[in-house]
């Protein structure tokens, strides 16, 4: 049982919030710790009314059901109480239960009395927020979620018949660290909801979950959770980073490793527009088998006052929610540029960030990607912020090779109608990205022709097509100068 709550009322906190929908587990661990405490202890709904939870006993002179008899009644009892009040919350739109609550906290009548405020959202009115102290109910762990997902497991083979779940061993405990961090009930609700899908337990219900976890933690806004990430083997080139990454794949999900390791924390990809940083951001997430969210930064900022940070700290606490995942930080430079043009709140949300990264405990990768190193802030590229600034440059020989073969398999063109060499040696500064849509666009060519595509259509198209490391040759000339001795090659 949670040392914290006892704790809480003994030292006297008057009013305590507890932001949950699970009711009946804070109940229960409530009346698991009154025999510490020694306390009447009550509970009230606008339906039920008060009703003492300790005792199997009667009220004497019960309030009627309604707000302010119950805090009239709170504030004229003598005997010291706990008092959960459900759903409480819209009542203290009123400057009388405002008043009457102030007047029972702050400990201004003889009974030191302890309400809790038990709701699935809690906003306290100003007047309150001083006076209260936050509670959260303990998460089951891994072994807790495994024997919840064996129970439901075996009420699937009692509903259907005696068939048995079947269970991808390789599945199992991706799918558990999936669910941290949800309360059991809602644990349960996504472990039903892949279990009764197909009566399997496989790699595929892992995105499932991490969907159903995302929408379960009502995350969104400047959250956004991405599927199907593609794998390392669909990103060409990037061999150094690939291996960087497979080196700490076990180290990151908690795995056993010969030696002890420390969990690695996060990669900042630098590196020339349309050369795969995105990509390789998704790829990593399917690497460590964890879902992938991505922060917009863009997104974050608001014109008024203070919401800016506050969209900050919401999207980061959804994050460790949803832990362990990797977090996808695109364009940072767009959130944290050190620019002052913006009364400050750049500077603001920057000391936000910087704080976060260097205090989380929680299993997140950070993964943040930069087109621009002069508009990002020295303080987030010092050493140890992330593990690793790599630089991903325009494709060398081998990878403007594999590029090429990638999309035309996705699009379904055997290889051998092609000469990939010619296309390979035309292609010299496109960046991935510009590659692929001289492939799109030599489709649109010879389906205008009506004839299949060779490679006359994709030469033309690279012939007609000026690179960026052409239109802006000194910009992503300075760039490459500057991480030549600054970062380590991604390829």
């Known amino acids: 049982m949670p040392k914290q709550l006892p704790h809480l ?16 587990q804070f109940l229960d661990e409530l009346k698991g710790v009154l025999s510490e405490l020694l306390r009447p202890m009550y509970r009230w709904s606008i339906t039920g009314g008060l009703k003492r939870l300790d005792m199997d006993i009667p009220i004497e002179s019960p309030p009627a059901p309604d707000s302010t008899a119950v805090l009239e009644f709170i504030r004229n009892r003598r005997e010291r109480s706990i008092f959960v009040l459900l759903d409480f919350i819209p009542y203290l739109r009123y400057a009388s239960s405002i ?67 079947e269970i991808d061993r390789d599945a199992w405990r991706p799918l558990i660290r999936t669910m941290l961090g949800l309360s059991l009930s809602d644990a349960r609700k996504v472990a039903r909801a892949v279990i009764f899908n197909d009566g399997t337990i496989c790699s595929a219900d892992i995105a499932e979950a991490a969907r159903q976890k995302f929408k379960l933690l009502n995350a969104g806004g400047v959250l956004n959770l991405e599927l199907d990430a593609p794998r390392f083997a669909d990103v060409a080139g990037l061999k150094r980073l690939k291996r960087w990454v497979e080196q700490r794949k076990a180290a990151f999900r908690g795995e056993a490793t010969l030696i002890k390791l420390d969990p690695p924390r996060g990669v900042l990809l630098l590196g020339v527009q349309g050369c795969g940083k995105s990509l390789a951001a998704k790829a990593i997430a399917a690497g460590f088998g964890v879902p992938l969210l991505r922060l917009d930064f863009g997104a974050l900022y ?51 960030f910087l704080t976060w990264m260097a205090e989380r405990k929680h299993a997140i990768f950070m993964v943040a990607t930069a087109n621009q190193i002069e508009h990002l802030p020295p303080e987030l590229l010092r050493k140890g912020r992330f593990d690793e600034i790599f630089f991903v440059d325009l494709p060398d020989v081998a990878a403007r090779q594999a590029i090429i073969e990638i999309h035309l398999r996705k699009r379904e ?30 489709l649109y060519a010879a389906n205008a022709e009506g004839v299949e595509p060779r490679t006359r259509h994709i030469l033309e198209e690279i012939a007609n097509t000026r690179p960026l490391s052409i239109v802006m040759a000194e910009k992503v000339a300075k760039l490459r100068a500057w991480a030549a001795e600054r970062c380590v090659p991604a390829d």
């Not at 608001?302 to 919401?307: A, D, R, S, T």
């Open 99 to 165: 008043r009457l609550l102030r007047d029972i906290v702050s400990h201004s009548v003889a009974a030191a009395h302890t309400v809790v405020l038990l709701s699935p959202k809690i906003e306290l009115p100003d007047e309150l927020k001083s006076h209260a102290q936050s509670y959260s109910l303990r998460r089951p762990d891994e072994a807790e979620l495994a024997l919840m997902l064996r129970d439901e497991a075996a009420h699937y083979q009692r509903e259907h018949m005696g068939r048995r779940v």
């Open 302 to 352: 608001n014109k008024f006052h203070g919401e800016t940070e506050r969209n900050l700290r919401d999207s980061l606490s959804q994050a460790e929610a949803m832990a362990p995942c990797v977090l996808w930080c695109d364009e940072v430079e767009k959130g944290l540029s050190s620019s002052g043009s913006d009364d400050g709140v750049s500077q603001r949300v920057l000391g936000t």
């Open 413 to 442: 063109l055997p290889l051998d109608q092609f000469e990939i060499t010619p296309i390979v040696e035309a292609s010299a500064g496109f960046s991935g990205a510009e590659i692929e849509q001289a492939v799109i666009s030599a």
């Open 9 to 24: 009322i003994r030292s006297g906190a008057g009013l305590i919030t507890v932001e949950t929908a699970e009711e009946a």
